[in-house]
């Protein structure tokens, strides 16, 4: 049987109470879908129910479930879930996990929180590049970390520790998912992930990666930490094609057969993308959900950019 729920009578759960998990929180209780929502946390106060563990998830029995904790403990938490219930909905932030675990998911639907699939400007050239054969795919994603949580110090956020599933090439995943979810599998010729920059972290700020995408098109991407004012491009030419996409500024700019067309999207707010990521969870519309499987895909190709720059290291010599 499939998984059917009945509107406005949902219970949610949201594990963990840090930034996305408060974000996931508000966004889910704007909503009309769900009749009540519970946080797992050791926070006190907070605007929510609160429990402690994840034993009594199994009393609470809700119907969706929002893994947001730090990276280092999807895995676990994702297991404790598939061993203990069946026909949830659970969408896991991403990245899936910190790194590529065997994990067969067979008694719920597990989606990974791959947002930026619901940005129009991506949407759009998915639309547009159907089809097209191309040459050149060029993304960058770059910003300060010391800004991204301001009220904390950027130095005890996950992002700057190993354990708990930080760095860039984690962090700013969302690149390498929705370039393979657009173009199909990225086959790496050269990557670098490592730490460059004088920020006080454990992880790596910088990837740089070359390759050939599952259509035959080159590929650069280019992610940091370090940037101080935000860049967010995708840079894409093919065959009777030109387009530049902003997704700090929801602009998009396209040459099309000779023809030239601009979009904007100034009312775009960002809880709009993981409010659209949610509806279509509930809805069981996958047409722009990461699935359980995509989500796997996605650690693989992480997992290899690791080997790869590792292998690139050691093979450099000293001065």
Known sequence: MGINFERNSLKALVIS?????????EVLDSMDDLKKIVILSSQSSLP???ITSMDNILNFNPDYIVIASPTSRHYEQ????????????????????????????????????????????????????????LWNLHVFCGSYLPDWRPSQNYRETSSAKKDS???????????????????????IDHAVSEKVSDLDIETDDLLLLYGMSGSGAHVHISLNYFIRKPIRLVLIDGEGIS?????????????????????????LERNDTYRAQHKAVLDNDQYHLCTYGEGIETMSLID???????????SVPFA
């Open 165 to 187: 599933g930080g760095g860039v090439l984690l962090d700013l995943s969302h690149e390498l998912d929705y370039l393979q979810w657009m173009t199909g599998p990225i086959q």
């Open 243 to 267: 387009i530049r996409g902003d997704l700090i500024a929801d602009t998009l700019a396209m040459v099309v057969d000779g023809v030239e067309s601009n979009y904007s999207w100034p009312g």
């Open 78 to 133: 994702l297991k404790f879930l598939e061993n203990n219930f069946k026909d949830k909905k659970i969408l896991v932030e991403k990245p899936l996990f910190e790194k590529h675990h065997e994990l067969g998911v067979l008694k719920n639907k597990v989606f990974v929180g791959y947002n930026i699939r619901f940005n129009p400007v991506v949407q759009k050239i998915k639309e547009t590049i159907a089809d097209r054969s």
């Open 48 to 50: 929510f129910e609160t």
């Open 17 to 25: 109470y840090g930034s996305i998990g408060r974000r996931h929180a």
């Open 304 to 314: 290899k950019i690791r080997t790869i720059s590792n292998q690139w290291k050691c």
